[in-house]
Structure formats: C-alpha cells, structure tokens
C-alpha cells in the first residue's frame, strides 16, 4: 500500500520531502516463486553421515528428535530418556525460574541439557539444540542490551547497522549456551492493526528482503564459529498481511502479492544460508484465485511445495507455539497433517510427551509414511550438523559463560546508534534542537521507567510485570536528558505536569506511548480507531496540560505501530516517532538536546530516520486512499527542515465503520 501526498499530508508542507517517490525504483514483478541457491552446500560427507545415523536410529529416537519442549515442562533427564531433539525458552521463562539468572546460570543449564542429550543409548546420540527469541538483543537475560525492535531498525535504514546488531545478539545468545535464534521476523505488515507490527522491519518488500540477507549472515556467520547461531526465517508466510491484522487470521492476497509482498523476505534469508524456517499461525485464501489453502502449519503446498520445493530449502521447518492445533482436525498434541504437511520440528512446549506417543502411533498405523519420518529427521540433523553442534558443544565457545556478552560499551554504543538512527522527525517548527537550553521539564509516562521504551519481549512475554530493578543497565530518557543536559542545567520531571509552572522552564519534553504488548494482546481489533490518545487519554492530556505556555513542546511518541496523532502533533512544536528503542535512550538525546555537555563523542547530531510504514492521518485510515497517510519514506532533518501546518483532527469515537482492509 503505497501513498504520496494527498490533501491532508499536504499539511506536511515541508522545502524537501524524503517521499516514498524515492523508493518507488523500478520493482521486477515475479510471476513464480523463485529458486533460491543456498551459499550452504549440501556437503556429500555430512549427508552420508546423517543418512547412516538416521539409518541407526529407532522410530522413539527419531519422533523424539522431531520434538521441542520449553525448559519450565522438561528436565535433562526426560531429554535423555524420550530423545528430544531441541528445548527453547519461552518469554518469561529462566533457568530455576530465576528472572535474575546470570548468564553462567544460562550456560549451565545449557550443558546440562547437552550433556543429557549425549548421553541416550542411541548407537550415534544427537545434541540438542536450544532455540530462544533474542529479536532484540538477548532480551530474555538479565542485565542485556536490548536493541530498538525491528519497526525503529526499518526506519533507520542501514542494513549494516542491522547485521552488525545480528552478530552481537549471536555472541550474547552464544554466552549463555544456546546456538538458535527465533529471528529474523519477515513480515512485511499491510496494516498497523497487528500487535506484531513491530517486529517487523517495514511495508517495503524490498527493504525487508535487504535486511533479511544482512540479518541471516550477521547472526550465522561461517555457521560453525563460536560466536555464530543459527537463524529461523519467520513465519512462513504472510503473517503481515492478515485481514484487518488480526493476528492469527487469514490472509487474503492474491498469489502475485503473496511472491512479491510476503515472499521476498524469505528470498533474502534462503539466499544468504537461513537454516530454518518458523511456519505462521495464520491461513491463506487467494479469493481472487479461488484456492483457499487454509492454515500454514497444514498446507502441503506452500511448506513442502513452495518453500522445499520451488525456493529449494533443505533446512528444517519448525512449527509455532501450540500452532498445530490451529490444523483443522489436529490437537495440541497430535497433528499427523502439519507432520504431512512438512512440519519438520514441532514446538509442543508443554505436551511434547503426548505429542511423541501419538506420532508414534501415526507411523505404526501408517498415517505418517517413515519416509516423512525420515526426511524430517534428516533436516533436522543437517541443520544440527552444519552448526558443529555434534562436534563443539555449547560450552566450546569462547563466550560460554561471559556476561559481558550480553552488555558491554561496544554493545550499548551500537544500540544507541541504532535508536539515533531510528527516530523519525515528522514535524519541527523551529524547536529543535535544543542548544543552550538550561530548563527543562520533562513530562510523560514512558519518560522515566522503560515499559513503554522496551516494548515486548523485554524480559517477559509482553514487556510486562517488570520493574526497573529488571534492567540494570539500561537508561531512560529522563536520565538520559539528565545526563545530556549536565552540571550546567536542570532538568525536572513531571509524569502528568499537574502544578508545574511551565513558564518557568525553557522548554518541554513530552514523553509519551504506547503500555508494552506482543503478539495479539496488542492487535488494535477492529472496529477500533487507529488514534493514539483515544487509547491512551493520559497522553493527550499531559501534552495539553504543558502545550501553549509560550514555551516550546518537544513530544517523542514511543509506539510498537505507526498511528494517529494529529491531535498529538497539533499541540506539539516538534514531533518524534521513536518506536521501541530499547535500553539506550541516551540515543534520543543525542539528536534533540545538543548542549555542550554531557554528550559522548561521535553520537549522532541530525535524524537520519524515516517511516518504515505508512503514518496514517486519519483515525480510520482507507488503505490505497493517499489523503490518509503520510508516505512512507517520509522524515525531516535539522539540515532539511520544515513547517507544519494545523492538521485536520477527526476522531472516530464509534469506531471504523469500513474494514481498514
Ligand atoms: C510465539 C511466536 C514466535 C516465537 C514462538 C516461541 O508464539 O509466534 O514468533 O518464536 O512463539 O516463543
């Protein structure tokens, strides 16, 4: 869905506009599914070997090597005694529960695991491989670094900065003994509804599909080093384009739009070696075609006839969460059609035990052919083999156990870099940035604590139940403004500037957003507007309470998703989209607050960010309707300023009346 400029975006009267114009260089329309060559050769040694292993192997050890369980329902010991392939941890779970687990905690465990997994009485035995959710940095250990999530990267624009971040997210993830990461997310999301808008990198097939090969090659490296993992392309396919971006629901684009919207992501991860590949909750129905080929996990032509077949992937497939029972006819535990389908792995984190016993009953039966079975199990131990698993154990590498892995200055330097990169300057009438300034009043929930700054997948699930003593590392924008500002000024807080003299300062920081969520906990359900302050009223008001005083309004809007804020924009003299930055707010001051002291050398001064998606000013923006949006594309910067104007503010307090579809 692409916009330019329609009469309201005109408001946006800006000298020069980085417009979606720019990026609309010419696109090849594919008209098949392409061929993809892996940089990863089938190696003739390694299948040998895996096809004699697999040759020695019991139907029991090979359904239990097709299974994944989460750490919080499995021990060492069952690993051992049912063969289970592969452990993850869900977000939210820790080593013994421990959500201040160190990461030499992580790395134990991790061995105890390995250790379980090579000591079966298997004839070859078979390492497990642990995968875990690092989508920003190592985001489930205590103390990381935390990146800005995928939405605040694809506004940056710097596919270097996203490999660069790859690598240090796989030498923390490889400190704590675990070698797989459920990333890179490759959805290119149509509609800002989804509560997963955020892990993805934008609406621009093309981006998403640059960032993809950065992203694989930075986290899998040569595959087999020390500081390597191996990456999952997720999810198969068309996650971002669900109707109404109902998380989990049926995606209805044509089969062109799915090769060239959805697809491109996945062409950047095969081609630069992806391993594996997560499948999606979500079905696809090409009505224009007629072909309704349901949900993902059970749909034989796109996982094994498309991604196997037409694109070429000899990695595994693993299944989401729980996501077979979404099969029609399946269970949480028993899905012999995902298994058909070409499900290769299944995460079953808590019924693996029912899921191994009901496979093997398939086989027996003859409902599972062996030979799925065994083809299963041969990418499984491919992937395995490829990555030295059998050969170095986790706790080979040279970061084992290192917690400066997951927070050092390199790490934090680069995530600050990567949140300057990030922000998106979509107005600023003469406000910023702020020079000699010594006042200043600093308003707004997300301004002080990091809820709203981290997003989800912060520790938890949701980015929610934690405090601050949950990141010790990390910096706030209130701190960070401290900092920045230095000895020379002051800097006061207020979170709803109730009786603050606001004439009194020289200028005011509005730092506002979104409460944290994943996944569809945070889906924007329709018929619900789009507007920000009608979900978050505080917000509005502590932007009213400070705005008209005479003194200049700078507000930073920390969201998961682009929305409307016309109201919010109205009342602002400077306004910044600044996504999900993670631990380093100290990048946001770098680029608004330019006094003398307090800023480190070599931090960035002008935004370079633009929307990776685009801003609707609307409340109930019509996709393809260009008046609605500002383009993608769009951002302004100190060297290219410009004015905007009073934007038109309509609200939609009954909600979105046609699908936003
Ligand atoms: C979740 C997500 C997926 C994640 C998996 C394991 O439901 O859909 O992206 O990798 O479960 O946490």
Known sequence: MKSGLGATAAAFAVLSLATATAEAAAKTTLKDWPKISSPVAKDPAIEKRIAEIVAGMTLEQKVGQMTQAEIRSVTPSQVRKYYIGSILNGGGAWPEMNKHASVADWARLSAQF???????????????????????????????????????????????????????????VRATGITWVFAPTLAVVQNPRWGRTYESYSSDPELVREYAGYYVRGLQGDLKGGASAVATAKHFIGDGGTFNGKDQGENRYSLSEMINIHGPGYYGALEAGAQTVMASYNSWNDVAAGVNHGKMHGASDMLTGVLKGKLGFDGLVISDWNAIEQVPG??????????????????????????????????????????????????????????????????????????????????????????????????????????????????????????????????????????????????????????????????????????????????????????????????????????????YPEDLAVVKAVSGKGVPVITVLYSGRPVYANDLINLSDAFVAAWLPGTEAGGIADVLIHSSSGRPVGTASDFRGTLPFDWPLAACPQSGKKADYLPRGFGLTYAKPGAVHTLPVKPAPKGCVAPAE
Request: net charge negative.
């Open 114 to 172: 390995y250790e379980a997994s090579m000591s079966t009485d298997m004839k070859t035995p078979v390492p497990v491989i642990w995968g875990t959710d690092a989508v920003h940095g190592h985001n489930n250990v205590f103390g990381a670094v935390l990146y800005p999530h995928n939405i605040g990267l694809g506004a940056a624009r710097d596919p270097q900065l996203v490999g660069d971040i790859a690598r240090q997210t796989a030498a923390a």
């Open 330 to 535: 399946c269970e949480r535990a028993h899905c012999p059609q995902a298994i058909n389908a070409g499900v290769d792995l299944f995460m079953v984190p808590d019924d693996w035990h029912e899921f191994i016993m009901a496979t093997i009953n398939d086989v027996k039966t003859g409902v599972v052919p062996m030979s799925r079975i065994d083809d299963a199990v041969t990418r499984i131990l491919r992937v395995k083999m490829r990555s030295g698993l059998f050969e170095n154990p986790p706790a080979a590498s040279p970061l084992n156990g290192r917690s400066e892995s997951v927070n050092n200055e390199a790490e934090r330097a680069l995530a600050r870099r990567a949140v300057s990169e990030s922000l998106v300057l979509l107005k600023n009438n003469r406000a910023l940035p702020l020079g000699s300034v010594k006042r200043i009043l600093v308003v707004g929930k997300a301004a002080s604590g990091f809820g709203s700054q981290l997003g989800g997948w912060s520790m938890t699930w949701q980015g929610t139940e934690n405090g601050s003593a949950d990141f010790p590392n990390a910096e706030d924008f209130l701190a960070a403004a401290r900092k920045a500002v230095g000895m020379g000024g002051k800097v006061d807080y207020s979170a709803d500037a109730a009786n603050v003299d606001v004439g009194s300062y020289d200028a005011v920081i509005a730092v506002i957003g979104e409460l944290p969520y994943a996944e569809g906990k945070g889906d924007v359900t329709f018929p619900a507007s789009l507007q920000h302050s009608e979900r």
